[in-house]
């Protein structure tokens, strides 16, 4: 990059508020927003000299900011793919622990341990305190069709044009959620002596 003259850099800089502000509109992430000014300005920077003036400094370095946006937004979108084939991949790969729960015609193994009273157990704060240990063992993409819709109650068709699932894959999402959280429970509240003796 060629010596910039001081009045010229000190033209450029005095627009990031308003660069700042319409990368957050587009963003909504400060980090994200702050990453693309900054991109913007180095790229304005090393490009001042093909600046021709038919429009305004403001103009030229918003249309720069406006490439850096979408490239981050694309940026994000892949990394998310990626996030969820990996869960995906993961999800495949454990795929046989489901298996050993139940035998060829479909039955329990070992049947779950009685639960003398759920009601009670729902109670007590130690028991959330367990279940949400439990919760936070799922996949994440799993804990959070879970919860929304067990414990928020929201409704299958919202969860997932949110999460970008099929209702099938929610479903087996659900049914592999339910059986790891009712094991972990059963190892970690249901199959140990209340600290009261109960």
Same mark, same amino acid.
């Given at each position: 990059m060629s010596?910039?003259?001081?009045e =010229?850099?000190?033209? +450029?800089?005095?627009?990031?508020?308003?660069?700042? =502000?319409?990368?957050?509109?587009?963003? =909504?992430?400060?980090q994200l927003a702050e990453?693309?000014?900054?991109?913007?300005? /180095?790229?304005?920077?090393?490009? +001042? #000299?093909?600046?021709?003036?038919r429009s305004s400094l403001r103009t030229w370095l918003t249309s720069i900011l406006r490439f850096k946006v979408v490239?981050?937004?694309?940026?994000?979108?892949?990394?998310r793919a990626q996030a969820d084939l990996g869960e995906k991949v993961s999800a495949a790969v454990d795929e046989g622990w489901i298996d050993e729960f139940f035998d060829e015609s479909g039955h329990w193994r070992s049947p779950p341990q009685a639960w003398n009273d759920?009601?009670?157990?729902l109670e007590q704060t130690r028991f959330w305190q367990a279940f949400e240990q439990c919760l936070g063992r /799922?996949?994440?993409?799993?804990g959070r069709v879970?919860? =929304?819709?067990?414990?928020?109650?929201?409704?299958?068709a919202a969860i997932c044009q949110d999460e970008g699932i099929t209702a099938s894959n929610c479903w087996v999402m659900l049914h592999r959620a339910r059986l790891a959280l009712r094991g972990c429970l059963e190892r970690n509240w249901? #199959?140990?002596?209340?600290?009261d003796g109960r």
């Open positions: 010596q910039l003259p001081a =010229r850099y000190a033209e +450029i800089q005095s627009h990031q508020g308003y660069l700042m =502000r319409y990368a957050l509109a587009q963003l =909504r992430d400060s990453e693309a000014v900054q991109e913007a300005l /180095l790229a304005a920077l090393e490009g +001042i #000299g093909s600046f021709d003036g490239d981050l937004q694309r940026r994000a979108v892949k990394e759920p009601d009670a157990a /799922l996949p994440a993409g799993a879970f919860f =929304r819709r067990e414990v928020m109650g929201d409704e299958t249901f #199959g140990r002596e209340p600290a």
